[in-house]
């Protein structure tokens, strides 16, 4: 008895759509499409907006109008603006030196004075807890703790006898307040430590000719993406202060957000992105310059 055997294997379409000019187009054209209605289109768009006046929330509404560099020349001569660039400085400068120096500090502790590796990561998993919590609810329970009346920090203060400040009551006293809000949110060769015990260093001499060298990359890079994060700073100042007393603690970020979605004047709001996108790109250039530099001596 003859058995008939069916070829039923399928066309590979893939093979014959790869000998056709079109295919590559085929497959990455919905990506680019995507990349385009998503990022490229409202970018080109608000770049559009920063050289019109628009003020959509009016009672009475107007189209954009074309008014030049009239949003830029009212950004860099508003004094708002300024004061908030400087509080930007102060809290993107202080608070990123302090936020990466204490995480490489408190790294350095747990790589060398901890030796229970159960500890070790009991220790790390603590260290982890407070970036699981929403910036929000951080920003509140922080906003409590500082609170000048009945809050836990100027409570402690009272015990010790010594002054009780309003920490959100002023400028700097609210955005270090802010900043310890935000800062509360390894592979080294262990050869070169053992070869510079024999020779008797001492362990800040290691630290410092050793451990950095080696760190330096990786804390840069730290620097880096915590500086970004400091760029786009909203939530805790949001929740904190408001941008007060009046607008002492304002950051840029805020400031594009009282212009953008409190006087709706989204022309200005457009500059202000624009200004502060290109700031961010020119710092983080500068930085991976630093990076490149540092790795060529």
Not at 19 to 34: K, M, N, Q, S
Not at 41 to 55: A, D, I, T
Not at 85 to 113: E, K, R
Not at 136 to 150: C, D
Request: charged residues 10%; hydrophobic residues 50%.
């Amino acid at each position: 008895m003859s058995t008939t055997r069916w070829d039923i294997s399928l066309p590979v379409v893939g093979d014959r759509l790869a000998d056709r000019e079109l295919a590559p187009y085929l497959l990455v054209g919905p990506t680019i499409v995507t990349v385009f209605l998503v990022t490229i289109g409202p970018m080109l768009w608000s770049l559009w907006l920063s050289f019109n006046r628009w003020k959509p929330g009016s009672l009475a509404y107007q189209e954009p109008t074309f008014t030049g560099v009239d949003n830029f020349a009212w950004l860099f001569t508003n004094d708002r603006f300024i004061h908030s660039v400087v509080n930007f400085a102060y809290y993107g400068g202080v608070g990123v030196f302090i936020q990466v120096a204490l995480g490489t500090l408190l790294a350095l502790a747990l790589y060398n004075y901890v030796e229970n590796q159960t500890l070790r990561v009991g220790l790390l998993t603590l260290f982890v807890v407070p970036m699981m919590y929403a910036p929000l609810v951080a920003g509140r329970m922080w906003q409590l703790l500082f609170l000048p009346g009945g809050g836990v920090v100027n409570g402690f203060l009272g015990i010790l006898g010594l002054p009780q400040p309003s920490w959100l009551g002023s400028r700097w006293l609210g955005l270090t307040s802010i900043m310890v809000a935000d800062t509360w949110r390894a592979s080294l060769s262990d050869s070169l430590y053992e070869a510079a015990q024999v020779d008797g260093a001492s362990r800040w001499m290691m630290f410092r000719r050793i451990t950095l060298p080696q760190l330096r990359n990786l804390i840069i890079v730290a620097a880096i993406l915590r500086f970004m994060d400091a760029y786009k700073f909203f939530d805790k100042l949001f929740v904190m202060t408001n941008g007060g007393p009046g607008s002492t603690t304002e950051l840029p970020t805020y400031f594009t957000y009282l212009v953008g979605f409190q006087n709706f004047n989204i022309g200005r709001a457009a500059a202000l992105t624009w200004v502060l996108g290109l700031g961010s790109i020119i710092t983080m250039m500068l930085f991976w310059r630093y990076m490149r530099t540092v790795e060529e001596v």
